[in-house]
Nanobody, 118 residues
Framework: VQLQASGGGSVRAGESLRLSCVAS????????MGWHRQVPGKERELVAV???????HYADFVEGRFTVSRDSDKNTMSMLMNSLKPEDTGVYYC?????????????WGRGTLVTVSS
């Protein structure tokens, strides 16, 4: 599975960005997709995920500012990030995962940089 993320950029605090991700290759029908990020000085962390059943989960720090969506037919996912804060600065990674025989398989895109200035 190959993942191509786009939409990162530089914005000011309070502004918005939309990240997009396209999955290609050996896509399986039952899978999940999500966004993770790595901010300076911290380990990679979950931002938002659309699970196998379509349920959505957000990290606590999102605080209602981000909205993730997935089009399974087109194997795409996007995330609208509103009210961005300087602490949201980091590299955002698209993640695709599925399970087979009790094992989880994760795939990662190359990341897209988001910079939020105060």
């Amino acid at each position: 599975v190959q993942l191509q993320a786009s939409g990162g950029g530089s914005v000011r605090a309070g502004e918005s960005l939309r990240l997009s991700c396209v999955a290609s290759g050996s896509i399986v029908p039952i899978s999940g997709m999500g966004w993770h990020r790595q901010v300076p000085g911290k380990e990679r962390e979950l931002v938002a995920v659309v699970g196998v059943g379509g349920n959505k989960h957000y990290a606590d720090f999102v605080e209602g500012r981000f909205t993730v969506s997935r089009d399974s037919d087109k194997n795409t996912m996007s995330m609208l990030m509103n009210s961005l804060k300087p602490e949201d600065t980091g590299v955002y990674y698209c993640n695709y995962y599925h399970q087979r025989l009790g094992r989880r398989y994760d795939y990662w895109g190359r990341g897209t940089l988001v910079t939020v200035s105060s």
